[in-house]
């Protein structure tokens, strides 16, 4: 419990690993602590815990873990931090999470995640929920500024995501809802800043009724 910060790659790769309980006094955990650590199967996280950096636990395709264990903590969460980790499961709220450490995202790219919540999170990173086809709601600030290229693509079972008025949206990436055929919400962009919108990045909305420009 004295340990503060976990470095990087400290169990990178670590074929037999099973079980990491993470102590009380960990607040980071650095890049790729677990990465392609594919028999593990469960994490205790500490519940101080304010960062997960990149990488942490991309490829643990065994790890069986669900939103609620997640720490509220969280502030910052970094790229392909929980990618392919296909067994983390339910619902995810992190009030406190505002920081996706850089612009690359892909967080929680391919898991099984139902429902998320980021109510302080202005930014939509790149991919964060890509490939992710059980998710079904998303939630993030009313004063979000981007929304990343492959945010929600072939996110085939979403069906709600708030904000759906972005008065203070300045870009939306490639593909960003490519995909996404049962989201039903109509999305108002008139007061948004971009000045275009790239290739696929409202295709495939089969039931929206409404876009505003």
Known sequence: DSVETLVGNAFQK???????????????????VCAGCAALKTVILPQALETIRTSAFD???SLEITGEEIPQT?????????KNCKKFTGNLVLPNFTDPLGTQGFQFESTAITSFSAPNLEE???GIFSGNSTIVS?????AITNI?????????????????????????????????KK?????????????????????DLVKVISIKL
Request: aromatic share 16%.
């Open 124 to 126: 939509i990173p790149t």
């Open 183 to 203: 989201l039903n919400v109509s999305l108002d962009f008139s007061k948004s800043k971009f000045t275009s919108i790239p290739t696929y990045a409202l295709v």
């Open 74 to 82: 969280l502030k910052a969460i970094g790229y392909r931090a929980f």
């Open 148 to 180: 990343g290229g492959y945010a929600f693509s072939s996110a085939s079972n979403l069906e709600k995501i708030y904000p759906t008025e972005f008065p203070f949206l300045q870009s939306i990436g490639y593909s960003a809802f490519r995909g996404c």
């Open 59 to 61: 490829g643990c395709t």
């Open 14 to 32: 670590c074929d037999n690993l099973q079980f990491v309980d993470f102590g009380n006094g960990i607040k980071t955990i650095g890049d790729s």
């Open 138 to 142: 998303a939630t993030f600030s009313a």
